[in-house]
């Protein structure tokens, strides 16, 4: 079973910047058909915010463009998110996500597999 153990999160004012890790265990992230970013904040749904497939080509959802980058390093086997220009609608619980794989790397969290237990970014105005 994969795990994956997200860290990085914390406390921030609007406009600052947070970099998310995800490290994984008992898996090569370089096998992963897809790896993304998801947040949820209360009430709210899980929102794919940002995903990479095994040829490190990415999509981010809009409401994240030119703010967050979506990257990894294999050798690590490691996830980042990059996020910047932080907006307090940032503020959620941030999870990273696996598919092992074949399928579509899109940000539709039911394609998922393998989930960490979440980080949480508060973003204060």
């Known amino acids: 079973q994969v795990q994956l153990m997200e860290s990085g999160g914390g406390s921030v004012q609007a406009g600052g910047s947070l970099r998310l890790s995800c490290a994984a265990s008992?898996?090569?992230?370089?096998?992963?058909?897809?790896m993304g970013w998801f947040r949820q904040a209360p009430g709210k749904e899980r929102e794919g915010v940002a995903t990479?497939?095994?040829?490190?080509?990415?999509s981010y959802a809009d409401s994240v463009k030119a703010r967050f980058t979506i990257s990894k390093d294999n050798a690590k086997n490691t996830l980042y998110l990059q996020m910047s220009s932080l907006k307090p609608e940032d503020t959620a619980m941030y999870y990273c996500?696996?598919?092992?794989?074949?399928?579509?790397?899109?940000?539709?969290?039911?394609?998922?597999?393998?989930w960490g237990q979440g980080t949480q970014v508060i973003v204060s105005s």
């Open positions: 990479i497939d095994s040829e490190s080509r990415t």
């Open positions: 008992t898996y090569s992230i370089s096998s992963a058909a897809c």
């Open positions: 996500a696996l598919i092992r794989v074949g399928g579509v790397c899109s940000r539709a969290a039911g394609l998922f597999g393998s």
